[in-house]
Nanobody
Framework: VQLQAFGGGLVQAGGSLRLSCAAS????????MGWFRQAPGKEREFVAA????????TYADSVKGRFTISRDNAKSTVFLQMSSLKPEDTALYFC????????????????WGQGTQVTVSS
């Protein structure tokens, strides 16, 4: 499956953005989906994940209550709604697909998009 993330941009602290990730070339419902991010000079970190059905999700503590992951299986797309953004949310955001069940481990994800940049100004 090929993944393409988009929707990043520059936003002021406290603002919102919605990232989208469109999948093609595979059966979207085979995969649980996740979002990861990587800031300059830092390791890639888990943000959120959602099961193939969309009925269960999990979040990193740093984004819990501010970010919401969802998916539209009819459109083969996963979303990340980000609210109350902080400068520390600035990073390159990646969507990823996994044939494992809900996971926060990047090694469980075999399919990755190219990343979309989110910059939050203070």
């Amino acid at each position: 499956v090929q993944l393409q993330a988009f929707g990043g941009g520059l936003v002021q602290a406290g603002g919102s953005l919605r990232l989208s990730c469109a999948a093609s070339g595979g059966t979207f419902t085979r995969y649980s989906m996740g979002w990861f991010r990587q800031a300059p000079g830092k390791e890639r970190e888990f943000v959120a994940a959602i099961t193939w059905s969309g009925y269960a999700s999990t979040y990193a503590d740093s984004v819990k209550g501010r970010f919401t992951i969802s998916r539209d299986n009819a459109k083969s797309t996963v979303f990340l709604q980000m609210s109350s953004l902080k400068p520390e949310d600035t990073a390159l955001y990646f969507c990823a697909g996994s044939e494992s069940n809900l996971s926060d481990n990047a090694h469980e994800y075999g399919y990755w998009g190219q990343g979309t940049q989110v910059t939050v100004s203070s």
